[in-house]
Each structure stands twice: as C-alpha cells, then as structure tokens.
C-alpha cells in the first residue's frame, strides 16, 4: 500500500501512547507493521536524505496531536497520552485530523500563529490546502519547491533552444566546470565550435596536462526531436579518431530507446544527459540561475535540551 499521510497516522500514532510512555521509534516501527508498509516503503527517503518519509509523517502527527493537547513529550523522543487524548479514544472518531483537532483552542491558537494575518482566518485557502492534501507542511514546501524547479527548468531549456548553437557548446563546458571537472583552471575547458571539431564539440581536461580528457557532443534539439542510435554511433566514431576512452552527448531533447541502449553496449563509456537532467545540473550548480531567495528549515536540536 501507499505510505499513509500524516492526518491518517494522527489516530494510530495517539492510540499507540494509550497504555503509557512510547518512544517515538517505536511507534514508527510498530505502525510501518499496522500499515503492512514494503521494504522499500520503510526505507523512502525524503529529498534531504536524513529521515525516511514514514518517520517524517509519525513525527508530524505526533507534533500537531500535542499542539491540540492530546499527547505530550515526556523525554528525549517520547510521549504520552493526556487525559484529553484519553478522552478522545474513550469515544474515538472515524478520523483524526486537522479539521478534528481544530475543536481544540490549543490548536487553534497554534495554528493562526503560524499563519500570516492574512491567512490566519478558519477557512483560509492556505489551510483547506493542508487539509485536502494530506501532505505535512515540510512535504508542501518541498512540492512547492519542485514545481517552481520544473518551471525554471522549462524556461532554461526554452532559452537555450532560442539561442545560437554556439552558445550551448560553451554552455555545456561551463556546466562541467561548475561541477568541478577538469579541476579548478578555467582553461580545463573549451567549446571546439565549428572549426573542424571531428564530431566534438568540447574537451574537458581532467588533470594540469591534459592527459585525461572528456570529450563532449551537445545537439540542441527542440522538444520530440529525439537522438537516435545513429547519433551515438557517430559519436563514438569521433572519440575512436581521438583515441578517447569516454565522452558525453548532451541534448536538449531526449534520446530514443534504442539509443540509450546503444550508448550502454558499445566498449566505450559514453554518459547521456537529456534535456530534463541538464535543467536539473544547471540549477542544482547555479548555471544560467541565481538564488533569489533562501530559506532554511530548522529543528530542534534534542542534544541541546538533554
């Protein structure tokens, strides 16, 4: 099954403290059990590689059932249940949720205090999106994150096919220079262009005297205008006459099926970027954008408190 979202595990997460003290990876263990969760289910990670996605929506539950005063924490990682929980489970509803917990003052002191003013009110658009989404607030920020990414990710690609060919030559070896190949000279890297480049358009050194080179096709196609095997095949050809042991082509597009499995087959290493994965490169080391904004996540620090 699908990993249960936060507001599903609000019942099951105060259920599990009614016998007493809980520690809350336990609780994550024993509910992964309720839940029947897969193997790979348990071990989802979120995009920051620190947590798993299932201990991430048993914390949240946990937090948002002790800001309604139902549970409350007891040491380092653990909780219990309070008389208002208990009271809750002596005639428990269908569902504990947002919506449940609003009945709770607590709750809804909390609650408009993390708001802006102007989103502060019941029936806020922003709160009847947590409430229909199931996601927790660190999950919306990350989605609101990745579809702002995806967007940008549109507009590099649209501009770099708007742009003369050339550029994208030089933009590709910018992008390996950015990711620290051919070290930390920015002569490690040049756009070859038209001159007579034997089917390579860059070189990358990867140490002072170039002794070991990355040589590089970029074809900027528009979108549905894949690379074919036939593309590939050329390409090893150029790094045959250059005696090179690997390359990398660079699209804009993508690459067929039987080109991508062309690529995996021949005996030499020839690593294939599409348009989706070059976006992504761009962005993550700041190539073609600019931070604009930042901002950070904070927890708290348990050590601090022990």
């Known amino acids: 099954m699908a990993i249960p979202d936060f507001q599903t595990l609000m019942l099951p997460v105060l259920r599990s403290s009614e016998k007493g003290e809980v520690k809350v990876s336990e609780v994550v263990q024993s509910l992964a059990d309720t839940f029947k969760l897969s193997e790979d289910e348990r071990l989802e990670l979120l995009p920051s590689g620190r947590q798993t996605t299932f201990a991430n929506r048993v914390h949240w539950a946990k937090s948002y059932l002790g800001k ?9 990682a653990h909780f219990v249940i309070t008389a208002r929980g208990r009271d809750v489970l002596a005639n428990p509803p269908q569902k504990v949720d947002i919506r449940f917990l ?23 658009a922003a709160i009847e999106a947590v409430q229909a989404s199931g996601m927790t607030p660190d999950e919306i920020i990350r989605k609101a994150h990745a579809e702002l990414d995806d967007e940008l990710s549109l507009d590099l690609l649209a501009r770099i096919i708007a742009a003369p060919p050339e550029f994208f030559e030089r933009l590709v070896v910018q992008l390996l220079l950015a990711m620290g190949y051919g070290g930390s000279t920015s002569d490690a890297g040049r756009a070859l262009g038209k001159s007579g480049d034997g089917g390579v358009d860059g070189v990358i050194d990867q140490d002072a005297l170039g002794l070991d080179r990355i040589y590089v096709q970029a074809k900027r196609y528009s979108d549905g205008n894949n690379v074919s095997s036939g593309a590939i095949r050329d390409f090893f050809g150029s790094l045959d006459r250059f005696k090179a042991a690997k390359g990398l082509f660079v699209t804009t597009s993508a690459f067929s099926p039987s080109a991508r499995e062309t690529a995996e087959f021949l005996s030499k290493r020839i690593v294939l970027i599409d348009g989706r994965q070059l976006a992504r490169l761009m962005i993550r080391h700041n190539v073609g954008c600019r931070i604009e904004e930042t901002i950070q996540l904070k927890k708290v620090d348990e050590e601090f408190f022990e």
């Open 68 to 76: 309604a005063g139902l549970v409350e924490l007891t040491k380092r």
């Open 102 to 124: 609003e009945r709770f003052p607590e709750f809804v002191s909390f609650r408009d205090a993390s708001n802006a003013p102007e989103i502060a009110c019941k029936d806020s």
